[in-house]
């Protein structure tokens, strides 16, 4: 089933996952997924995606070009706990104006340290996060899947979000059947924003000709950010997504379930994990990680 590249929309802005401890109904396989992105009905930005799962992590990886509205190339590497379904690491690195940005991100229960490389030097942190916080990189449509993974759908949500005391923890707290908020940093900003994640039923979702079923879920970031998003039912990859009142739509292009046994496809694992060891390397010996990038804000 052919479908295009994903989109970013304007700036530095990627690095998601969801971190409750309900439901993960995300099927255990490997995909390749492009977006496109359009504004006013141009397009202004493709992201290719990868999602590898194994024993002990899935780790989604992403390559962004942005056309507009300035020149911008973008890879990231998120890396998830296949046990906790926590984020563990976010890897960032962006070609602005010539110029090159790296941002380092290391996750746990309730921080995360980042480590900072951009044109005015480097910058490491740590931020306190609350409990059962998420993440999300603005913009990283893949990531989508993660963000709304605590979600049940509606029939199901009084006895798959509430825990045995009839309550949630606080950050993913239920706000009726089907719905819950929470909070979510933003990782290149080092931001936390209040979201709510409701469930608005089974829709037909149309793409360039082609009807498809799918979920509807609404996003509402503290009222600065709306977007409807249509997923599929059952790995909950993004299908459509749109924020009117940025005349914004992205579409998937293209979903290509990865073969185990072609051996292009072992080709692209290794790599990934090439990737993430460098990665884990690089951090033992600073002992650090980093987020930053170009700050922008949320939605933009």
């Given at each position: ?241 749109s924020i009117p009142a940025q005349k914004m739509l992205v579409v ?49």
């Amino acid at each position: 089933m052919k479908q295009s590249k994903p989109v970013c929309l304007a700036a530095l802005i990627m690095a998601a996952a969801v971190v409750l401890t309900a439901a993960w109904p995300v099927a255990a396989a490997d995909y390749v997924v492009e977006y496109e992105m359009s504004l006013n009905d141009v397009v202004v930005s493709i992201e290719r995606s990868m999602i590898v799962n194994d024993d002990q992590r899935i780790i989604i990886s992403s390559e962004t070009e942005m056309i507009a509205p300035q020149p911008l190339k973008m890879r990231s590497m998120l890396i998830l706990n296949n046990f906790t379904r926590r984020p563990e690491t976010y890897y960032l690195e962006a070609d602005v104006r010539g110029a090159t940005q790296k941002l380092d991100v290391t996750f746990t229960a309730t921080q995360c340290q980042y480590r900072a490389e951009h044109a005015s030097g480097v910058q490491n942190g740590t931020i306190n996060l609350p409990e059962n916080y998420l993440v999300w990189e603005n913009n990283v449509w893949i990531q989508l899947m993660y963000l709304v993974s605590g979600l049940e759908w509606e029939q199901e949500a009084v006895a798959g979000v509430a825990g045995a005391s009839g309550t949630v923890a606080a950050a993913a707290a239920p706000v009726a059947p089907g719905a819950f908020k929470a909070q979510v940093l933003i990782p290149t900003t080092m931001s936390l924003l209040s979201v709510t994640i409701e469930d608005r039923g089974s829709e037909k979702a149309a793409i360039e000709g082609t009807t498809l079923q799918a979920r509807r879920v609404a996003l509402n970031f503290g009222g600065t950010l709306i977007m409807d998003a249509w997923l599929d039912p059952e790995t909950r990859i993004p299908i459509k997504i749109s924020i009117p009142a940025q005349k914004m739509l992205v579409v998937r292009k293209n979903l290509t379930l990865i073969d185990p046994s072609d051996p292009a496809a072992e080709d692209l694992e290794v790599e990934e994990d090439l990737e993430a060891d460098e990665g884990a390397a690089t951090e033992t010996v600073e002992e650090e990680t980093g987020a930053a990038g170009e700050e922008t804000e949320a939605g933009e």
